[in-house]
T-cell receptor, first 114, second 117 residues
Framework: SAVISQKPSRDICQRGTSLTIQCQVD?????MFWYRQQPGQSLTLIAT?????????ESGFVIDKFPISRPNLTFSTLTVSNMSPEDSSIYLC???????????FGPGTRLTVT | GENVEQHPSTLSVQEGDSAVIKCTYS??????FPWYKQELGKRPQLIID?????GEKKDQRIAVTLNKTAKHFSLHITETQPEDSAVYFC????????????????FGTGTQLKVEL
């Protein structure tokens, strides 16, 4: 199974600033994803991080607010831009096993915007 | 797109009893159904999954059943223990092929399982 790490594990940020979250996978994976999870809620897919091309965003999420990079098969970043308190959440990186089915999650980044 | 409903939202059982969590999905093209366990403050952990070519899969105390005709699948935990207490999420996708929007997992709303001593 893929082992996924994220940095930072948590952060407290000021309104209007941006935060970039890093995700590193220990093996080459086919697909990487970014999710958001509000306390006590389910997981909401933000976007699929495509290697070498623009990310594919879900309805309600836009590139200007959540720019994503994936320069290679094991690394991706998510930036939360121009933050507001409504962006306070846990952001999770996820990767799909190279066999194509099993999907694993990173430990998450707990973001608080004041 | 796919819609996954999950019931119940909370479930309390006595230690040693069985627990069953049920999910329904809407997209008949979905063919992969994983279950995740998430303990408080931790990442979702894949505990078992099933593909559409089988009707049941078992791993020690946990099992998953799938009814493609009715479009529902269930998680069964037998001989529950306090360490089974967590939030459980079901999900569905049409994954692989390796590209395309159909690959994404759609999650249920979660079930808070509490195993009482």
């Amino acid at each position: 199974s893929a082992v996924i790490s994220q940095k930072p594990s948590r952060d407290i940020c000021q309104r209007g600033t941006s935060l970039t979250i890093q995700c590193q996978v220990d093996s080459q994976v086919t697909m990487m994803f970014w999710y958001r999870q509000q306390p006590g809620q389910s997981l909401t897919l933000i976007a699929t991080a495509n290697q070498g091309s623009e990310a594919t965003y879900e309805s309600g999420f836009v590139i200007d607010k959540f720019p994503i990079s994936r320069p290679n098969l094991t690394f991706s970043t998510l930036t939360v831009s121009n933050m507001s308190p409504e962006d306070s959440s846990i952001y999770l990186c996820s990767a799909r096993d190279r066999r194509g089915y099993e999907q694993y999650f990173g430990p998450g980044t707990r973001l608080t915007v004041t | 797109g796919e819609n996954v409903e999950q019931h119940p939202s909370t479930l309390s059982v006595q230690e040693g009893d069985s627990a069953v969590i049920k999910c329904t999905y809407s997209d008949s093209a979905s063919n992969y159904f994983p279950w995740y366990k998430q303990e408080l403050g931790k990442r979702p952990q894949l505990i078992i999954d099933i593909r559409s070519n089988v009707g049941e899969k078992k791993d020690q105390r946990i099992a998953v059943t799938l009814n493609k005709t009715a479009k529902h699948f269930s998680l069964h935990i037998t001989e529950t223990q306090p360490e089974d207490s967590a939030v459980y999420f079901c999900a569905a996708s049409t994954g692989p092929p390796l590209t395309g929007g159909g690959n994404k997992l759609t999650f249920g709303t979660g079930t808070q399982l509490k195993v009482e001593l």
